[in-house]
């Protein structure tokens, strides 16, 4: 089957401008979720989404940073305006529902900030 | 919080030599515990789980022993090869957290020939 698919893969950005990443979760999977990850650290969870509802965005840094998910399939991260200190792999996964425990990785988006 | 941590940040090993990779975590209301592995460029793969009411599970060629007393988990990579070398992450979660994924720092492995 294919796994989580992210775009673009890598992307470098002036401070104070915008970007967006897109993920497409792998097929019948209801949650997914976008974390970040800084160089030499374990990934951490920005936003959780069950279907096209936010499950937990208490770690998401919203005067900045916004997620949807319209439809329940395909997700986009935007970053806006962008600060040196987003520079970091930001990672989407998906699992089905009821075994969040199983998550699977999408490659990542690496950004670098300017 | 309630985090989950490593005990070293790198580990260099002989080809063929036996590997383990610590970790440290602090919720006791942690039940399910996941090893991931991490190439350069790649998202983390899932390796191998355990859960809270095991102490030892084994795959192939990976072993996952977990020790709630003291809270501690490892993973035991037999007969390292090359292809081992990555960063390996632990990752805890419980049923409260919505089953959220909390990761250590990670372990850089070095398969050294």
């Known amino acids: 089957e294919a796994g989580v698919a992210q775009s673009p893969r890598y992307k470098i950005i002036e401070k104070r401008q915008s970007v967006a990443f897109w993920c497409n979760p792998i097929?019948?999977?209801?949650?997914l979720y976008w974390y970040q990850q800084i160089l030499g650290q374990g990934p951490k969870l920005l936003i959780q989404?069950?279907?096209?509802?936010?499950?937990?965005d208490s770690q998401l840094p919203k005067d900045r940073f916004s997620a949807e998910r319209l439809k329940g399939v395909d997700s986009t991260l935007k970053i806006q305006p962008a600060k040196l200190e987003d520079s970091a792999v930001y990672l989407c996964?998906?699992?089905?529902?009821?075994?969040?425990?199983?998550?699977?990785f999408g490659p990542g988006t690496r950004l670098l900030v300017l | 919080g309630e985090s989950v941590g490593l005990h070293l940040p790198t580990l260099s090993v002989q080809e063929g030599d036996n590997s383990i990779i610590n970790c440290a975590y602090s919720?006791?209301?942690?039940?399910?515990f996941i090893w991931y592995k991490q190439e350069s460029g790649k998202g983390p793969q899932f390796i191998i789980d355990?859960?809270?009411?095991?102490d030892k599970r084994q795959g192939q060629r990976v072993t996952v022993l977990l020790n709630k007393t003291v809270k501690h988990l490892s993973l035991q990579i037999a007969a390292t090869q090359p292809g081992d070398s990555a960063v390996y992450f632990c990752?805890?979660?419980?049923?409260?957290?919505?089953?959220?994924?909390?990761f250590g720092s990670g372990t850089q492995l070095t398969v050294l020939p």
């Open positions: 996964a998906s699992s089905f529902y009821g075994t969040e425990e199983t998550q699977y």
């Open positions: 919720n006791s209301a942690s039940d399910y």
């Open positions: 355990i859960r809270s009411n095991m």
């Open positions: 990752a805890e979660n419980y049923a409260g957290s919505a089953r959220q994924l909390t």
């Open positions: 989404f069950q279907n096209n509802g936010v499950v937990d």
């Open positions: 097929s019948g999977h209801a949650t």
